[in-house]
């Protein structure tokens, strides 16, 4: 199955960027994941640029955003999360140059037409990676995403010299016919630019209802939460209610653009609704528009809060909804995708260079699926583990840990003793392949780490996972690399 496009520049960019870095790794994981498609967008948009940046020793994100130094720091504010934005921005300025370089490798080329004709190629694998906000920064930048913007360039004009048998009064007469095709050619392009402005405006100004969506765990505490105004200071209120009812240090993803409302419907009631949500295990609550719908994993308590919410958002339409079914194509799909990208990860590592962080990142690519209530690994990811073996047999200065989690049907402890059951499974499977067990170590969480909502069967299929942390024991760093990115824990107690 061949790579996404974008994926394929996340696996070649990503590892250079973020080779030595040890401080908030996650973040700027996340950062480069927003960025990239972003940057591609631009460029398909402007192939002017790419000969601009590849001309530079260390193009800087300020580069592609121009002079719209608002927008770049929109687009940074966005990115940077708790992390100092000026280390996001020198990771981005670092990322500029690589993905120039895989771009030139992947069109045979540096020529602009080449890049553009390999980026319009990948139009939807770019524009499928873009956030949900890129799209109205991307229109303040003038570029139209949705189809990709082909830039007009004015007729070259060819002036031919005239030979030495024109008489000499044609010289100011064709010098005045000059002058004024220039001035009409200058009048035109400030004419069009003053014109921009305005077509922007447009498309920002675009209405979308303000949103809210907030989602608990097994345990009634806060696990996802998005809020989408256009309202700094009453977004900053309701960051603080957030964490205040669910004593949450960090509180929503927020997202402040012209396009969305400035308000809620029957916002006054929100902080109720959620300190109501709170405790209530599973619960995935959406609040669009006048719309407010509501998903439990327990159908009863859906209903339960509905029924408390009407009276007070009497302007709202309350209603409880079954979460979709997951069918079984779409986990095969899905687990088919991640072992392929997983095998190609692993492919791809020197054996005569073995990075304990490589390994990670190509095991995390996978999906294990058990069987529900088995611990058996599905032949289909045997492939994965016998590569990982031949790969551990080689670096003795990699530690695998290998983590268990389950979603939070059923009861909690037999999901935590199956979780382990299934990591352990993993362990002795990779020990029948010739791993040192010393390298190796089994640990279930149960239902105690999710990441996403419990409510939905999407979700408890995303949380019944098996996850892979790696310590060098030669630097002594631990890291785990998940679906965000990298992430580094503390390095053991001696």
């Excluded at 303040?140 to 070259?156: C, F, I, K, S």
């Excluded at 392949?433 to 969480?445: D, E, H, M, S, T």
Aim: hydrophobic content about 40%; proline content about 5%; charged content about 15%.
């Amino acid at each position: 199955m061949q790579t996404d496009f974008i994926d394929l520049l996340k696996q070649s960019v990503s590892s250079i960027v973020l080779e030595g870095e040890t401080q908030h790794l996650l973040e700027k994981n996340q950062a480069l994941n927003s960025f990239y498609p972003i940057l591609l967008s631009i460029l398909n948009s402007r192939p002017e640029l790419i000969d601009n940046l590849l001309r530079q020793l260390n193009p800087r994100v300020g580069d592609v955003f121009g002079s719209n130094l608002s927008l770049k720091q929109q687009f940074l504010d966005l990115v940077s999360g708790t992390a100092p934005q000026t280390e996001i921005e020198n990771t981005l300025n670092r990322s500029i140059a690589p993905s120039l370089n895989f771009l030139e490798n992947q069109a045979g080329s540096s020529d602009p037409v080449a890049i553009q004709h390999l980026l319009q190629n990948n139009l939807d694998s770019i524009q499928a990676a873009l956030p949900q906000w890129a799209t109205a920064l991307l229109a303040a930048l003038g570029v139209n995403n949705a189809a990709g913007q082909t830039v007009h360039q004015a007729p070259e004009v060819i002036v031919t010299e005239p030979v030495e048998e024109r008489r000499s009064w044609l010289l100011p007469i064709l010098a005045l016919i000059i002058l004024i095709g220039l001035l009409a050619f200058l009048f035109r392009a400030c004419s069009d630019r003053n014109q921009a402005p305005a077509t922007t405006q447009t498309q920002v100004a675009a209405n979308q209802a303000a949103m809210l969506q907030v989602s608990t765990g097994s345990d009634g505490n806060l696990v996802t939460c998005q809020i989408l105004l256009n309202n700094p200071s009453y977004m900053e209120i309701l960051q603080n209610e957030v964490k205040q009812i669910f004593n949450h240090p960090t509180g929503c993803g927020a997202e402040n653009f012209a396009n969305y409302h400035s308000e809620f419907i029957d916002q006054d009631v929100i902080p109720s609704v959620l300190k109501m949500l709170k405790g209530v295990p599973n619960v995935n609550l959406n609040w669009v528009g006048n719309q407010l719908s509501i998903q439990a994993a327990n159908p009863a308590d859906a209903e339960r809060l509905a029924s408390q919410i009407r009276p007070l958002a009497k302007n709202m339409t309350v209603v409880t909804q079954q979460p979709a079914e997951t069918t079984v194509t779409d986990v095969n799909q899905a687990v088919t995708s991640s072992i392929s990208n997983a095998e190609q990860a692993l492919a791809a590592i020197n054996p005569d260079n073995i990075q304990a962080l490589d390994i990670a990142t190509a095991l995390n690519m996978q999906i294990i699926n058990f069987d529900s209530a088995s611990t058996e690994i599905p032949a289909a990811n045997k492939s994965i583990l016998d590569q990982t073996a031949v790969l551990m047999q080689r670096a003795p200065q990699v530690q695998l840990t290998v983590k268990g989690h389950t979603d939070a049907v059923g009861d909690a402890n037999a999901n935590k003793t199956l979780s382990q059951q299934r990591a352990q499974a993993v362990v002795d499977y990779l020990v029948s392949r010739g791993v040192n067990p010393g390298q190796l170590q089994a640990i279930g969480f149960g239902s105690e780490q999710p990441i996403a909502a419990n409510a939905t069967p999407e979700g408890q299929f995303k949380n019944r996972r098996i996850e892979f942390e790696v310590l060098n024991v030669d630097t002594g760093t631990v890291r785990s690399v998940e679906d965000a990115g990298v992430v580094e824990q503390k390095a053991p107690q001696s």
